[in-house]
């Protein structure tokens, strides 16, 4: 069933949208929980805006999503355990935000991934052993706990 969904002042189709780039857009606002509605959507680059609040947990819905990028905004909050769902993602970059909380283990059910970009925020405790899970894994950057890095 299409549906039309308003993200950011702009109109897209539930049934034929792909592409959702909006990259240095000087986008300043929330999060839209409104995204999850485009289950079509392959490819999300929201970086180098001022998008705000939390990751929203309806990305999960987006099962098709091969990138999500929105590195370099003012994103908070933990990432969402739906995460996991997004099984075909092969590049996840996140950094230079105000991510916080734990890497949620169900970043090891991402087992087409590629790029994890994750430093410049403030997560917390270890990284999850799920991780070697992760043998596609060509470009990891990671910080947790005092901004410690982690290159592969």
Do not use: W
């Not at 790029?115 to 997560?123: A, P, V, Y």
């Amino acid at each position: 069933q299409t549906e039309i969904v308003e993200i950011f002042g702009s109109d897209y189709n539930s049934s034929d949208t792909i592409n959702f780039f909006n990259s240095y857009s000087e986008i300043n606002d929330l999060f839209p929980s409104q995204i999850g509605l485009l289950t079509l959507l392959e490819n999300i680059d929201l970086s180098g805006n001022q998008i705000k609040g939390n990751m929203p947990t309806e990305l999960g819905r987006l099962t098709f999503l091969l990138e999500l990028k929105f590195f370099s905004n003012q994103v908070s909050g933990g990432i969402p355990t739906q995460i996991g769902q997004l099984t075909q993602l092969t590049d996840f970059s996140v950094n230079d935000n105000h991510i916080s909380g734990q890497l949620p283990s169900q970043i090891g059910c991402l087992v087409a991934l590629q790029i994890l970009h994750i430093n410049s925020n403030s997560l917390t405790g270890t990284i999850p052993s799920q991780i070697n899970k992760l043998t596609n894994l060509t470009d990891l950057y990671v910080s947790v706990l005092f901004h410690f890095f982690l290159y592969f």
